[in-house]
């Protein structure tokens, strides 16, 4: 079992960049791949983007690719969310995930394990 605890969300202007953590506890963090997902009231909660176990392999929404980029560190136990020109449409609650398998993906019914969010809020 893992528990996630994401951080560095907060207020930004448009075109501007955050950067989330997502630190795991409990064992083998290396063996699971890491998603993040973010959601707005009322909405589904939506795939942004994942990444391999070994970091080797990441997969983007449409919505984010060429802006975000997902990253690990094992040996910290921690995943990251380098957020870039961000948009007012960015603006949601943003979740770290884990999954025990090994396929990449954007499912989110996938994810066996979720972190309690963090928001992030883009100003025009």
């Known amino acids: 079992q893992v528990q996630l605890v994401e951080s560095g969300g907060g207020l930004v202007q448009a075109g501007g960049s955050l950067r989330l953590s997502c630190a795991a506890s409990?064992?083998?963090?290396?063996?699971?791949?890491m998603g993040w997902f973010r959601q707005v009231p009322g909405k589904e909660r939506e795939f942004v983007s994942a990444?391999?176990?070994?970091?080797?392999?990441?997969h983007y929404a449409n919505s984010v690719s060429g802006r975000f980029t997902i990253s690990r560190d094992n040996a910290k136990n921690t995943v990251y969310l380098q957020m870039s020109s961000l948009k007012p449409e960015d603006t949601a609650v943003y979740y770290c995930?884990?999954?025990?398998?090994?396929?990449?993906?954007?499912?989110?019914?996938?994810?066996?394990?979720w972190g309690q969010g963090t928001q992030v809020t883009v100003s025009s």
């Open positions: 995930a884990a999954e025990s398998g090994a396929l990449v993906t954007g499912r989110t019914d996938a994810y066996h394990y």
């Open positions: 409990g064992r083998l963090f290396s063996s699971y791949v």
């Open positions: 990444i391999s176990r070994s970091g080797g392999n990441t």
